[in-house]
C-alpha cells in the first residue's frame, strides 16, 4: 500500500511558486523584482498581441456585389441610436486604417465594427473598431469620438459600414465614402472652420465683414457648419457659395440629440455641449487634411488679426522659422464690447443691415487678472489628430502660444467686464489699417445681396 505523504502548510502564495520556478529558485530581492518585471512585460505583451489580432480585418464573406445603402448624409444614426457617424478618413500617418468621426455616447458604446467591402474579389471583411471618445466632454453624456480600424492588407476600400455586431448583412447597413483616399497637392493656403451656426443666426453685417477680412489676410476657403440661420443670412452664404469662398455642411444634430447652446453640462437632460461643436471641428480638419496648407479653428465673430505683418501668409512664414517642429499656433482672444462704439465709419448705408459693424469696435478689454484668455488656432491639418476648442488634444509636434504683439483675436461680441467705463478699455486700431479694402468689399456683397 501506497504511504501517504504528510500534508505540510497550506500554500497561500502559488504565485511565488511559479515565479521561484521561472527564476531558478533565487531568493535574491533583486533577482525576485527583476523577474516580477520580466513576467508581467510578458503578460503585458501576450494581451496587447491579443487585443491587437482581435482588431485585425477577418474574411467572412466571398462573392459579394459591395450593395450597402451609400448615404451622403451629413450626420447618420446607427440603429442603436447610441452612435451617429459623421464621415470616415482614410489615415496612414501610423498604420493603414479608417478613422470615422463620430458622436458615441461615452458608456453605453461598447463595440462597434467596420465592414469592408472589397472590389473585384467582392471579400467582405469585418474589423473591430477601437471607439476612443475625446477627453473634453465637460460632462455631457454624449461626446466626439474616432471610431479607427484596421483597414484589410491587401485592399484600398472606397466605402465602410459601421455596425454593433460582427454578424448581419453588409447589403441592409449604411455605406461611408471613405475620404481622402488620394494624397492631393494643396489647392490652398488656408481655410477657416466656423462650427456651429444656430440660434437663426442674423448678424449678417458682422459674417460679412469677417468673411471679407479673411479674404483680404490671405484665406480661399471658409467651412460652416449650418443647423440653422435667418432667411437674409441664407441669402448671403448663397452668394458665397456660388463665389466659391464658402463651403456649406448641414449640421441637423438636434434632429438626433437634445442640444445644448452652452459648452459645460448643466444637468438638464441635454446630450451634447454647443450643437456639438467639437465633433464639427474634428470633422472639417479632417475634410480638408488633403486640400489645405492650414487649418484655422475660429468662431464667426473672431479674426485673427496680425500686428506685425500684412497678412497671415508672412505672418505664418515667420512663425514656422522661428518654431521649428510647431504644428499648432494659438493666438489669444482679446473682447472689442460690441456696447462701445465710435462714430468713426458709422456708414449710413449699413445701418439698415442687422449685425455689428466691427470697425466702430477697436476698445478691447484690459486682461483680467488670474484668468487667462482663451485662445483659438491655426494648425498643420495633417499634424493634428484630435482637437478640442481652445487647444489640440494629441497631434505629431508642438503648440507654440503666439505673443499678443505678433497677433491677437480681434473678437467683437457682448462685454464680459460689462461694469468698466469706456476710460478704462484699451483703444486699439489695428483692424483700421485694413479699411479701405473692407469698406470696398463689403458693399459690393451688400449691392448683390442686402440691397
Known amino acids: 500500500m501506497r504511504q501517504r505523504k504528510p500534508q505540510g502548510k497550506r500554500n497561500f502564495h502559488p504565485h511565488i511558486d511559479a515565479l521561484k520556478m521561472l527564476c531558478g529558485g533565487k531568493k535574491s530581492y533583486f533577482a525576485a523584482a527583476l523577474c516580477i518585471i520580466t513576467v508581467t512585460s510578458m503578460v503585458t505583451l501576450s494581451y496587447l498581441r491579443i487585443q491587437r489580432l482581435s482588431h485585425l480585418p477577418k474574411v467572412i464573406q466571398e462573392g459579394s456585389r459591395c450593395r450597402g445603402k451609400i448615404t451622403n448624409s451629413t450626420i447618420t444614426a446607427l440603429n442603436d441610436n447610441r452612435t451617429f457617424i459623421i464621415a470616415p478618413y482614410f489615415d496612414d500617418r501610423e498604420s493603414k486604417v479608417t ?5 458615441v455616447h461615452h458608456e453605453d ?9 472589397c472590389q473585384p474579389d467582392g471579400k467582405i471583411y469585418v474589423s473591430k473598431a477601437e471607439i476612443d471618445v475625446h477627453s473634453d466632454r465637460f460632462g455631457f453624456p454624449y461626446g466626439a469620438a474616432d471610431i479607427v480600424c484596421v483597414e484589410p492588407e491587401n485592399c484600398d476600400p472606397t466605402h465602410v459600414s459601421i455596425h454593433h455586431s460582427p454578424h448581419g448583412n453588409i447589403d441592409q447597413l449604411p455605406s461611408f465614402e471613405i475620404k481622402n483616399r488620394k494624397a492631393e497637392t494643396f489647392p490652398v493656403d488656408f481655410t477657416v472652420c466656423i462650427s456651429t451656426m444656430f440660434g437663426n443666426y442674423n448678424n449678417v453685417l458682422q459674417f460679412i465683414q469677417s468673411i471679407e477680412m479673411y479674404k483680404i489676410l490671405g484665406v480661399q476657403k471658409v467651412v460652416i457648419y449650418k443647423n440653422n440661420c435667418s432667411h437674409l443670412m441664407e441669402k448671403v ?5 456660388e463665389e466659391g469662398t464658402v463651403e456649406v455642411i448641414p449640421w441637423p444634430i438636434n434632429s438626433y440629440l437634445k442640444v445644448s447652446s452652452k459648452w459645460h453640462f448643466m444637468q438638464d437632460g441635454t446630450h451634447i455641449g454647443y450643437y456639438g461643436q467639437i465633433t464639427a471641428l474634428n470633422d472639417c480638419i479632417y475634410r480638408n487634411m488633403q486640400r489645405s496648407k492650414f487649418v484655422v479653428l475660429n468662431d464667426a465673430d473672431e479674426i485673427i488679426l496680425p500686428r ?18 510647431a504644428v499648432v499656433f494659438l493666438f489669444e482672444n482679446h473682447i472689442f464690447p460690441e456696447t462701445v462704439s465710435t462714430h468713426v465709419f458709422n456708414i449710413s448705408s449699413w445701418n439698415t443691415v442687422p449685425g455689428v459693424n ?15 484668455n482663451p485662445r483659438k488656432m491655426i494648425i498643420d491639418p495633417r499634424k493634428v489628430i484630435q482637437t478640442s476648442v481652445h487647444s489640440v488634444l494629441r497631434a505629431y509636434g508642438n503648440s507654440v502660444n503666439v505673443p499678443m504683439d505678433v497677433a491677437l483675436i480681434y473678437h467683437c461680441r457682448v462685454p464680459l467686464q460689462g461694469n468698466l467705463p469706456r476710460e478704462s478699455l484699451i483703444k ?5 489699417r485694413y ?9 459690393k456683397v451688400l449691392n448683390q445681396t442686402v440691397s
Open 358 to 372: 466691427i470697425l466702430q469696435h477697436v476698445h478691447r478689454e484690459p486682461d483680467r487678472k488670474e484668468i487667462i
Open 237 to 241: 452664404l448663397k452668394f458665397y457659395m
Open 109 to 117: 458604446v461598447k463595440q462597434l465594427y467596420c465592414w469592408f467591402c
Open 435 to 443: 479699411n479701405s479694402s473692407l469698406i470696398m468689399n463689403v458693399n
Open 99 to 103: 478613422r470615422v468621426i463620430g458622436i
Open 428 to 432: 486699439d486700431t489695428t483692424l483700421w
Open 308 to 325: 506685425k505683418h500684412p497678412d497671415w501668409k508672412t505672418m505664418m512664414h515667420s512663425l514656422q522659422e522661428q518654431n521649428p517642429g
